[in-house]
């Protein structure tokens, strides 16, 4: 699991504790500095500096030593004939860098270093602390006995016992427990390109500041599941729909998609088989829950872990199950998959009436996994769709009808492409065929793609699409045939952050001041109603126009009440959610300006005024009705001018957001959110969800009737924390 460092060139020599043990490498934890994200360490105390240990350590190279020169033990009264300790044989093979305990001896006979009491060494496999350590010069081995614990940036690992083979970089460790990274920082640990950090090895002088209880836990993502049963959907809280529905929402949901990922994770093994690149383990149990018991844990008998220079940690299970509560066990298939986006690898049904024309199999393949560029397939078999064309049926998605069957016709692909052009150059490519016949692809396929780059405070986008469906409020769900432009938008800016101004710790209290601002182009192919613009051929009634948009906004969060949220424990305010909830009350007066001209002559300019409101009370630790979130958003838009097209024409100029969430009983919770066009008094846009909230998962099912929509979605939490993680 722990990978190495270059050797040097460099001679070891005995040091007693005496006046030369002033020249061994040591640094008080008074000196260091705070302890980094996924430290086994908390934050470092003020301390006087430990005492002085004898140390095996690699000097600086004289050019008169030689390997095989005496190296003498400093007696503590002059004697006739001083003994002179065993020569030590050069080293730099096997990549020791220094060996440090309270007592130290070396059997020349046996070619045997031993380290007892608080022992600790530094080699190119990592850092090593055990209560004793004993190096083999003759079979370039060591073995660790006692507490052992075995650390590679954040990488680490603790056990009874470890051997372990210096010169083929790998080992058995027992009875082991300890975190890993899958992300780029764990594909760092283990490159032997890289020295191991040296923060947490220069501040400990015993196991015992290993050992330490969990704190400081927060989470830092998540691994997000969803399926969309229905079509794409969008979020009725998403205001930027009801101020500017042309907008492109990154909230739209469609079909079987994974984001996000886990990486801190925690595993527990009877044994496990150390290699240059990664580990294999036996009967374990891995889990992204920083504490014990865990709420979620993939019980495994066989896994393995690899992560080759340059590449993504990639992880296999065999044999395994996911076990939720520690009672519910949930089989899972072998799988050898990279921890973190776009990579399903399990057969999944999914249900689509708009293009598929009903239930579906799919199962994605990873074609590509590399750190620049990811490409995977998801070929889908449409059983539905397959059952009624057997039946004689003729239609297609979208009320597309055949004049014959074709086998093709019964079967789509999904294929995702994912790249990393340049440092701050992303391309992301979604092509989904409904159907693979090539006479039906016009009518049967959809297209997503950007070409973003990344210039600091804004962002410049390229996109193409082909046949977007886009939700419009009162209007439904619209189509744009197809589109091609370019976007410059600014994230969103705190500008008294920028300013300098920070908020105060008295409420009420203005906690920001958010700016944002989007400037696009775009062609546009898509439906309209104005008869001047369908030509001769009225029919299917599109239109082809250039769009120049302008839209700014401004956000002024106020914060009227808050309490302090409970600490971060597992019986307190990690007990049903990932993060401690906060009780208060907010309000958001915001105003944005959408200024919208179009080729043919014709503009829509808009400016909307919203006051929302966001009420939290109960903490969510208590067993019942311990949690209520109420929260209200008004919009009033006035202008000028209509957009010829149907998709982005702004109709809704009247609404009220309504939304609430309340706890049950425990983790279930029950919510509502609609938004209602005031004009007509007409709810356009309802969806209802019920969820099983816990601290390291979550499981909801949602349904808007409005956009005949399903969605159930799975999160695993992803948390950051200091110690090693089980002890509560």
């Known amino acids: 699991m722990l990978d190495s460092l270059p050797p040097t060139s460099v001679v070891a020599e005995i040091v007693a504790p005496t006046e030369r043990v002033e020249q061994a490498i040591a640094q008080s934890p008074a000196n260091a500095s705070p302890a980094a994200p ?145 992300g780029p920082t764990g594909a760092r640990d283990l490159d032997p390109s890289i020295p191991p950090s040296t ?18 836990v927060r989470r830092i993502g998540q691994l997000l599941v969803t399926s969309a049963f229905g079509g794409e959907y969008t979020d009725p809280s998403d205001l930027q729909s009801l101020t500017n529905p042309g907008a492109v929402l990154p909230t739209q949901i469609s079909g079987f998609d994974i984001r996000g990922g886990v990486q801190n994770v925690r595993f527990q093994a009877d044994r496990l088989d150390l290699g240059p690149d990664g580990w294999t383990a036996k009967d374990i149990a891995l889990t992204n829950d920083p504490f014990a018991p865990p709420q979620a844990e993939i019980r495994s008998a066989q896994a393995t872990y690899q992560a080759p220079p340059g590449s993504l940690g990639s992880l296999g299970i065999f044999g395994s199950g996911l076990v939720l509560e520690n009672s519910l066990r949930i089989p899972l298939p072998d799988n050898n998959s990279v921890v973190q ?24 393949f990873s074609v590509i996994n590399e750190n620049n560029i990811q ?27 055949v004049n014959s069957v074709n086998p093709l ?45 990344d210039f600091g405070f804004f962002d410049l986008l390229l996109n193409y699409r082909y046949r977007e469906r886009r939700f419009n409020g009162s209007l439904g769900v619209q189509t744009v045939q197809q589109s091609y432009g370019v976007t ?112 043919d002559g014709t503009s829509q300019n808009s400016l909307a005024y919203r006051f929302g409101a966001d009420l939290t009370l109960g903490k ?41 969430t309340q706890q049950l009983l425990g983790p279930f919770l029950v919510g509502v959110t609609s938004a209602i066009n005031l004009d007509t008094n007409e709810a356009f846009n309802t969806t209802y969800r019920l969820e099983y909230s816990r601290r390291a998962f979550g499981v909801s099912l949602s349904y808007n009737p409005n956009q005949q929509v399903g969605i159930l979605a ?15």
């Open 38 to 182: 996924g430290s086994v360490l908390p934050p470092s105390q003020d301390a006087s500096p430990p005492p002085a240990r004898p140390s095996l350590r690699l000097p600086a190279p004289t050019p008169a030593a030689s390997p095989t020169d005496p190296v003498t033990t400093p007696t503590t009264a002059p004697q006739p004939q001083a003994e002179t300790a065993p020569a030590l044989p050069n080293l730099e093979s096997l990549g020791i860098v220094r060996l440090q305990a309270d007592r130290q001896s070396f059997d020349g006979e046996r070619q045997l270093v031993i380290a007892q009491g608080r022992a600790s060494l530094r080699f190119r496999g990592g850092v090593l602390f055990a209560d004793e350590i004993q190096v083999n010069l003759q079979a370039n081995t060591l073995k660790a006995e006692g507490r052992v614990w075995l650390l590679r940036g954040q990488q680490v690992a603790r056990g009874s016992q470890l051997t372990y083979n210096l010169l083929q970089e790998s080992g058995t460790l027992l009875n082991a427990q300890g975190r890993f990274n899958t």
């Open 199 to 216: 923060d947490i090895a220069d501040r400990i002088q015993s196991v015992e500041e290993l050992e330490q209880p969990v704190t400081n």
């Open 341 to 364: 986006e776009r990579e399903g690898g399990i057969l999944t049904v999914g249900f689509d009436g708009v293009d598929r024309n009903g239930a579906f199999l799919e199962r994605e």
């Open 375 to 401: 490409l995977s397939l998801t070929p889908q078999f449409l059983l539905q769709r397959a059952i009624n064309l057997a039946g004689g049926g003729r239609e297609l998605g979208n009320d597309v009808e």
């Open 409 to 453: 016709d019964a079967f789509g692909l999904v294929g995702r492409l994912n790249a990393n052009i340049a440092p701050n150059t992303q391309f992301s490519l979604i092509t989904n065929l409904a159907s693979l016949n090539p006479e039906n692809l016009g009518t049967q396929s959809r297209i997503s793609s950007d070409l973003r780059q």
């Open 488 to 599: 410059l938008e600014t994230r969103r800016l705190n500008l008294l952050a920028l300013a300098g101004v920070n908020p105060s710790d008295t409420f009420p209290r203005i906690d920001g001041l958010n700016f944002r601002f989007q400037a696009s182009y775009q062609n546009l192919l898509a439906l309209t109603d104005q008869p001047n613009l369908l030509g001769a051929q009225p029919s299917p009634a599109l239109a082809n126009l250039n769009r120049f948009q302008l839209e700014t906004g401004l956000t002024l969060p106020i914060t009227l009440w808050r309490e302090d949220p409970l600490p971060a424990t597992p019986d307190a305010g990690l007990r049903y959610t990932s993060a401690p909830v906060t009780p208060g009350l907010r309000i958001i007066p915001e105003i944005t300006g959408v200024i919208t001209n179009y080729s």
């Open 620 to 660: 969510f630790a208590g067993d019942f009705f311990d949690y209520t979130n109420l929260r209200a958003d008004y919009l009033r838009s006035t202008g000028q001018g209509f957009s010829p097209f149907l998709f982005d024409r702004l109709v809704d100029r009247n609404v009220l957001v309504l939304g609430a």
């Open 714 to 728: 799975i999160q695993l939490n992803d948390f950051d924390w200091q110690g090693l993680g089980g002890q509560n």
